[in-house]
């Protein structure tokens, strides 16, 4: 049997994993457009992205874990950072920003009323 999981959980692993993919396209801009400061390889690009990809890959197995969802916050900063080297992952690191800060402000306050719900059904109503 799987174990139960709250909305924060599954909202945050939907948007980490999205972002995933969007961030190791980054990279492969970032190479592609030899964006990095003269003196660094341009692969560097693509190591980076695939190293933050695996890292959201990563947490968003784990955000059952507190310090998971704080991980996640970190890697959102990251992709706003990128935008110094590529300007557009700016839209990205503000829509997916946005979506990380929907998923575990609102996921966290379903659970909390899931949670509520569920001892407020397993308190006798007087039978």
Request: proline content about 3%.
């Amino acid at each position: 049997m799987r174990r139960p999981r709250g909305a924060a959980e599954s909202l945050g692993s939907i948007v980490l994993a999205a972002e995933a993919l969007i961030v190791f396209l980054g990279g492969l801009v970032v190479f592609g457009l030899h964006a990095l400061p003269s003196g660094i390889e341009p692969w560097w690009g693509i190591v980076a992205g695939s190293v933050v990809t695996l890292a959201m890959l990563a947490v968003s197995g784990m955000l059952r874990h507190r310090w998971a969802i704080a991980t996640g916050w970190v890697l959102q900063v990251l992709v706003l950072l990128a935008a110094f080297l590529v300007p557009a992952m700016l839209i990205v690191g503000i829509i997916f920003g946005g979506l990380w800060a929907y998923a575990t402000i609102k996921g966290a306050s379903l659970d909390a009323r899931n949670a509520q719900l569920a001892r407020e059904a397993d308190q006798a109503n007087g039978d």
